[in-house]
């Protein structure tokens, strides 16, 4: 490796000559590009054997031209896998993943899936706040988002916050003082209820990938088995946000005489793209992690760093621009010091942060079901009728007793034989620029308002929110268009402004003026 005095000599003898060329009119440009250039190919010249670091820094050797860059968040990620490694050793790495004392409801009846699958039985973890009135009429079932537990509120087994605490009590948004409200971890999830860390009981061994794909349809009804046990014929209204909000939707379609009102805020009638491709980046990136193995991590390191990455990319939908370039700005964390490849500016911090605390708490596995959940959603009538068709098909061979399901290869996914092209259908750009240009203005298809008429007498309620990017506000005004389009003249749709929240899709969760107020009100 050169020396620093080598590199010293040589730019004193480059300087003299560029120096003695800029004086002299003999001299061409030529010369003096050589001479830079010389110096150039001097440095240039790669050392005889290099050694390779990872991520810790390498020693600051006298002859390099610049210290090696620290990167402590590589060096944290890799003590979080050593330490979980070594907990695998002694008595097995896998977080618990528990928020709390629940209720637990066991179904022994099968529950038959729409994609042809089957729980030979499950358990649906529930909370639940505020008295049950003797006719059992005053029961609003409370949807969750894709990740949240049964903990909507704070009870007396479990006085934690819970991730609704300011929505719901006495004379709040729902009012235990008039309502009972019952809250449920969905199956898939695993805050108590089945999904894929649970114990097949076929073999004793945990599902893992084994699980069957499920869809939001089918969590409702799991949802309404725990009603069937409680004795709640009718409830007085179906309640949710975000895929809360898809599912409050699924519930009034499914069993349309068992609802009587609808609330659904940020969510929609059918998944789009946006929202799929960004929910198909977190899963991929989760399983990329070679932890993953394939979803049989549970006697071995979770996938830690692939669900902190999965975390980040879905904080960004979460919030929006606005908001940060308020709260964030361009600050660095400590502009006192020079830039870093880790984590620098503030928004970084925050992103990393929000991955960190997410990456132990919740079961990779149930990530990618219940988020492929979501994209499977549509309400739309073509769906709904392939859905019946599908359990129709596989109920008659169950009935047959052909208990086996999906055992043939050729039903699970595979990649495309050719990459992605065009689809014939689009027009190109102009057209796309068309049908953009005409979106806000356009009515929603003949088959969405078919799958949604027996919503048609249910008072329901539509909120959406303008900074959301996750769930646009067009995709909420489609429901409500939809809704009216198909019968019903009592569904009241409002859409929060920036001005009024530039809080993005988590305004659900933050905004208990407009959103709380807004659900309040109806309700009464």
Request: charged share 20%; net charge neutral.
């Amino acid at each position: 490796m050169r020396s620093q005095k080598h590199i010293a000599a040589s730019l004193r003898r480059v300087s003299g000559a560029i120096s003695h060329a800029s004086h002299s009119p003999a001299t061409s440009q030529s010369s003096r590009t050589a001479a830079v250039a010389g110096l150039r190919l001097s440095r240039a010249q790669p050392p005889q054997q290099q050694q390779r670091y990872l991520h810790g820094q390498a020693p600051r050797r006298s002859g390099a031209s610049n210290p090696a860059m620290a990167f402590p968040c590589l060096d944290a990620l890799e003590t979080r896998s050593e330490t979980l490694k070594k907990r695998s050793d002694a008595s097995g790495p896998e977080p618990s993943y528990v928020a709390g004392a629940t209720q637990t409801f066991h179904c022994d009846e099968p529950l038959l899936l729409d994609w042809g699958g089957m729980l030979p039985e499950f358990d649906i973890a529930y909370e639940s706040w505020g008295e049950m009135n003797a006719d059992k009429s005053n029961v609003i079932l409370l949807h969750t988002g894709l990740s949240a537990s049964s903990h909507a509120h704070s009870t007396s087994a479990n006085p934690q916050p819970g991730w609704w605490e300011r929505f719901i009590g006495l004379g709040l948004a729902l009012d235990t003082d008039k309502y009972h409200i019952i809250c449920t971890n969905v199956i898939g999830g695993c805050y108590g209820s089945t999904g894929p860390s649970s114990i097949d009981p076929a073999d004793g061994q945990r599902y893992a990938t084994r699980f069957p794909i499920l869809t939001l349809e089918d969590m409702v009804r799991a949802q309404f088995r725990l009603l069937d046990n409680l004795g709640v014929n009718k409830l007085y209204a179906s309640v949710g946000s975000s895929m809360g909000g898809m599912q409050s939707l699924a519930a009034g379609v499914l069993f349309p005489e068992r609802v009587g009102r609808i609330i659904s805020i940020s969510g929609c009638a059918r998944s789009h793209p946006y929202s799929i491709a960004m929910r198909h980046t977190q899963r991929q990136v989760l399983m990329m992690d070679p932890n993953w193995n394939r979803g049989f991590y549970y006697d071995n390191v979770p996938p830690h760093a692939g669900m902190k990455l999965a975390r980040e990319i879905a904080t960004v939908t979460y919030r929006s621009g606005p908001e940060w370039e308020l709260r964030f700005g361009r600050r660095r964390a400590d502009s006192s010091k020079p830039p870093a490849l880790c984590p620098d500016f503030l928004i970084e911090t925050y992103l990393d942060h929000a991955g960190e605390k997410f990456c132990l708490t919740y079961d990779p596995n149930s990530l990618l079901y219940v988020s492929k959940a979501m994209d499977l959603f549509d309400l739309g009538h073509t769906c709904q009728k392939a859905a019946a068709s599908r359990r129709a098909e596989r109920l008659e061979s169950l009935h047959k007793g052909v208990y086996a399901s999906n055992e043939n290869v050729s039903c699970s996914l595979t990649l495309p034989d050719k990459p992605y092209e065009e689809q014939p259908e689009s027009g190109g750009s102009a057209d796309i620029d068309t049908k953009l240009a005409t979106q806000s203005d356009s009515k929603p298809p003949e088959d969405l308002i078919k799958g949604l008429s027996a919503l048609r007498d249910h008072p329901a309620l539509v909120m959406g929110v303008a900074s959301d990017i996750l769930f646009p506000a067009w995709q909420q005004r489609e429901i409500a268009d939809a809704l009216r389009l198909a019968g019903n003249r009592n569904v009241a749709h409002y859409e929060l402004s920036e001005e009024q929240s530039m809080f993005g899709h988590d305004t659900f969760l933050l905004d208990v003026k407009n959103v709380g107020g807004a659900i309040k009100n109806f309700l009464q």
